[in-house]
């Protein structure tokens, strides 16, 4: 029987960008950074230093382990002061955020699948993911912004765990604030190795959602809804098992 449902956030429950827009939109934050910190006299840098500096940031430790946006932004634009502190640094993580936030948009069934699942009593989860190791308050503010949170029990992002999908130590980390054991949850997201293998991994079964329905096979769904008919059958076959 599965009680608990866990999701990823971006191309699950929110359209954000597509893995070829990512470029564009990473170019647009780290712009809006520059143009913040020199309006402040903080970006002595020129054009071409600075883009070869982004281009060293610009990729996740091996090991899944997060690397912070703070520590990125305060190596690139060399920045004083205790990255995880510094008001500056937290300054221009939002700015940062702003292209990318101005991206999201909620699908049409999100709000109305959260909202049935909830009245169903189970229970919910976001497990996500954030670009360039964003800090997870801002985040945060951006569920609520969008409607989402108000129907989430446990809300973890990897700079909560300290680490990225497929990790299994965001995994076991939301299972330990959900209290449920991974044989009762069941984990939704786009993403084939993040989403589905990195659940799996640790006990939890999975479904990977393409909303673009580039896939066509019976493992994947196109549309949240589809979440609802899996745990009808799920429990099915748990009542058949009991008799």
Known sequence: M???ILFDLGQTLVQYYSRSDIPQVLKKSVSSVYAF????GRAAISDND????????NGEAVDYLVRPLEDRLARIF??????SSDELIQKACRYFMKPIFACGQLYEDTLPTLSRLKKQRYKTALVSNTPWGSPAHLWREEIQRLG???YLDVVVFCR????????PHIFTYALHKLQVPAEQCFFVGDNPVWDVQGPQAVGIDAVLIDRSRTTS???TINTLEQVISILSDFST????REE
Do not use: C, F, M
């Open 2 to 4: 599965k009680t608990t």
């Open 37 to 40: 910190l020199r309006s402040k």
């Open 50 to 57: 600075l883009w070869q500096r982004v281009g060293r940031e």
């Open 78 to 83: 060399e920045l004083a002061g205790k990255p």
């Open 148 to 150: 989402i949170a108000q």
């Open 160 to 167: 909560d765990a300290g680490w990225r999908k497929p990790a």
């Open 217 to 219: 096979d019976n493992t």
């Open 237 to 240: 076959h748990s009542r058949s």
